[in-house]
């Protein structure tokens, strides 16, 4: 990687980067330690110019609690922008609820959208990566399939507690999910009132029988007639 350095810093100058507390969970710290005590680290932690670790959080809580004091990391000096997609695609061999992967996948959309109407598979200056779709780049980043990144975000979407739901076997699987989501009635779908026709009466001016009703603004209701007069 380009415009790196190796140093050797103190763990209690390292602190997560806000992108890595938002998006994944801590988790099995005592087994990573074990294997750390075992083994050794087998991959140095990442850290921007400001001490916020991109990748290797959960090492450096294993090393504390081991009861190490400083650790060999890489510094890297990359785009504040950038960092939050650099942090999902160093995660990518991670093993994920499918929570953290909807919150990588909008991460990742937020990054590489494509300016709408744009055919970047005609512009031949772009690299392979460049030409694929939005949701073909997360796919590849993340390493699964477009179909499963397409099924994760409606889900996430429209019920983000369905993901939590499969995570903890409560849903069988993101499919199921996925399809109760579909039978669910748009959110953007206002509850309509249900009128009986049969109280619409004759018109007691000039006897028509309304063809229209409106609301006048208050809640009531008002049968129109387009000839209507007095």
Known sequence: MKNKIIKIVGLNLLHAHPTNIETYQVSNVDGLAESISEIGLRYNPIVNQEMEVLSGWRRVLALKKLGFTEVEVEVVNIPKESEPSFIVNTNSQR?????????????????????????????????????????????????????????????????????????????????????????????????????????????????CTPKRIDDDGNGNLIFKNESHGK
């Open 95 to 207: 093993q994920k609820s499918t929570l953290e992967i909807f919150r990588e996948i909008k991460i990742l959309k937020s990054f590489w959208l494509k300016k709408s109407g744009t055919r970047t598979d005609l512009q031949n200056d772009l690299s392979e990566e460049e030409k694929m779709s939005t949701r073909q780049r997360i796919a590849n980043a993340i390493g699964t399939t477009e179909s499963t990144v397409h099924k994760i975000e409606t889900v996430g979407d429209k019920n983000i507690g369905f993901l939590t739901l499969v995570d903890n076997g409560s849903i069988n699987s993101l499919h199921e999910a996925y399809e109760a989501c579909k039978a669910e009635k748009p959110k953007h779908e206002l509850e309509v009132e249900e009128i009986d026709l049969t109280e619409i009466k004759e018109c007691k001016y000039c006897g």
